[in-house]
């Protein structure tokens, strides 16, 4: 009984490829150029910027090369006495609209937006003002196409916040990875 069971799993893994039609490999369809960069598309992207936050956010494409993503982003810091730093916690609301440059296994892009911010306590020493602020990002980036449902994107931030108080925030790397559908 064992035996036939084990046959009857592998027939019917087989079977589905064997009557497929068409190719069933989607590292070789990205080889040729085919991305979910089109019209209509969403992704699932989720990225940790640093070692304190995390980020989770998608992309819904209303063009081939246009996207708009949104974003949520969660930050907390714990008490360090040798910085003199207290704890703190920030999460960010952000939109922004994402232009890609090229549609190949690789594929740069440029975005711009902006952010809704709420903190409290001394978030990484900036100023200890609790409250919400507004911050305009601009960022640029590459996204790497491992198959056609599935990329990694590396990207470079800027924002200037606007609210309460204004100043330029440094500059945030973000390594994310992304699953379309």
Known sequence: ?????????????????????????????????????????????????????????????????????????????????????????ATEVSAAYVYYLSKKRISPYVKGGGTLSYKTGDYYDLRNEDGFGFLVLAGLGAEFFVTKEFSISAEAQAKLQLGPTCYLRTFTPFLKASFYF
């Open 1 to 89: 009984m064992k035996r036939f069971s084990c046959v009857l799993v592998l027939v019917i893994m087989f079977s589905g490829a064997a009557f497929a039609g068409e190719e069933t490999s989607p590292v070789s369809r990205v080889t040729t150029g085919e991305t979910s960069l089109q019209s209509g598309a969403f992704s699932l992207d989720v990225a940790i910027p640093d070692s304190d936050s995390g980020w989770i956010g998608g992309k819904y494409f209303y063009t081939n090369n246009s996207a708009l993503e949104c974003g949520l982003l969660f930050n907390a810091q714990e008490q360090n006495s040798s910085e003199n730093q207290q704890d703190a916690f």
